[in-house]
């Protein structure tokens, strides 16, 4: 390889140690214009300012500003009206799906996952949480969700609302009242009254996704797994893609990301809230306000 500017060619047995040190200076370059860059951003979100943001359903950035786009707000809207109705995260994606309402890039299939996320996204009510991810390492440029690696800021009233506080809340109240929703033997839902009362301690936590029901336990060839009460009482066509979970797995998962290391009860107890289960991920939802992780299956 012939390097024209440097006029260094790797076949020059004389040239390792130029570009060993090229390379080097080159990596020092990039170290410190991402610290410059990581400054910048905590000093705009210590002052309560942000970057824009791509595919907002409701909102557009002009300036700097977050301006509210009238369409998607109604479509906004009808999603936090339709879950106070008592309408599944699925149900929301059916409902429009089937009127032919749109996802902000364009689609016509939505994602449950992304409805979840809108119901929990507190720019919704005019606040905004800055520094929810960040870039670890420089070199690889890869994102990593802040679960309090770095400070996070909480802005009140930083642009203007599609949603009222007040609603905002009955949702958030409504989302943590399901999650304490059990089923009995013939598959009704109840109240635990406590997230704690049941016998095992992840039949309270492990909230399914897609319809919003319990997960049951089970032993399967010798091995404890855990499957959404729907699926197995109504079947595929009331819960098309709630996973199964193998317990030594979500237990291992919860020593990692909860309790620092070993799997202890009485930690995930005192910080989880309850542990939304997809396809392809859950989403820890922590005891403390506004704080969420997720973890790939």
């Not at 943001?53 to 109604?74: D, N, S, T, W």
């Not at 929810?132 to 390492?137: A, L, N, Q, S, V």
């Amino acid at each position: 390889m012939y390097f024209e500017i440097e006029n260094v060619n790797s076949f020059d047995p004389d040239a390792e140690a130029a570009i060993t040190l090229s390379g080097a200076m080159g990596q020092e370059e990039s170290r410190n214009l991402s610290e410059n860059i990581q400054w910048g951003i905590k000093r705009k979100s210590e002052e309560g300012l942000f970057s824009s943001y791509k595919h907002f359903m409701g909102y557009r950035c002009v300036e700097g500003e977050l301006v509210i786009v009238p369409e998607q707000a109604k479509v906004v809207r009808l999603i936090f009206e339709l879950y106070l109705r008592g309408y599944t995260f699925s149900q929301i994606k059916k409902y429009l799906e089937d009127n032919g309402i749109k996802t902000v890039t364009g689609k016509e299939v939505w994602s449950a996952n992304v409805i979840q996320q809108m119901l929990k996204n507190e720019k919704y009510k005019g606040d905004m949480m800055l520094q929810k991810t960040f870039t670890e390492d420089y070199l690889n440029g890869i994102r990593k969700k802040n679960v309090g690696q770095r400070t996070r800021y909480y802005v009140k009233g930083s642009h203007p609302a599609i949603i009222s506080s007040e609603i905002f809340d009955k949702v958030q109240a409504e989302m943590l009242n399901r999650a304490r929703l059990l089923r009995t033997a013939d598959g009704n839902q109840i109240s635990s009254g406590n997230r704690y009362s049941s016998k095992y301690l992840l039949s309270n936590l492990l909230v399914c996704g897609d319809c919003g029901g319990g997960f049951r336990r089970r032993t399967e060839r010798g091995k404890i797994v855990w499957r959404c009460g729907t699926r197995m009482e109504k079947g595929k066509t009331e819960c098309k893609n709630s996973p199964t979970l193998n317990d030594q797995y979500v237990r291992d998962m919860l020593g990692k990301v909860v309790c620092n290391g070993e799997y202890d009860e009485n930690v995930v107890k005192v910080r989880v809230k309850r542990i939304d289960v997809y396809d392809k991920q859950l989403i820890i939802c922590y005891a403390e306000k506004e704080r969420y992780q997720m973890c790939e299956l």
